[in-house]
């Protein structure tokens, strides 16, 4: 994947901000567009991408439920009742 998108969930960035989302974001859709900046009648396109995938990645960081993470333990305390069966103990 691309070396400039780094990690933006906690614990290894604790706080992610927008600018953050949205440089991740910026840098998928260059890397699997081949385009650094489109051509006019592509930019719509381009930028609604961009749009759909930081909302998605907003959405993801949002949702994700981090073992162990002592940021989020305090914020949700139901959030580790959901185990999925694979990881349930045996």
Do not use: W
Not at 25 to 43: D, E, W
Not at 67 to 89: D, F, I, K, L, N
């Amino acid at each position: 994947m691309c070396r400039s998108i780094k990690t933006l969930r906690a614990p290894v960035t604790p706080d992610p901000q927008e600018a953050d989302i949205h440089a991740a974001a910026l840098q998928y859709v260059r890397k699997i567009s081949g385009f650094r900046a489109p051509a006019a009648h592509n930019r719509e396109a381009f930028d609604e991408a961009v749009e759909a995938v930081a909302a998605a990645t907003r959405e993801l960081l949002d949702t994700l439920v981090v073992r162990g993470a002592h940021a989020h333990s305090h914020e949700h305390p139901h959030e580790h009742e959901h185990v999925h069966a694979a990881e349930a103990p045996a």
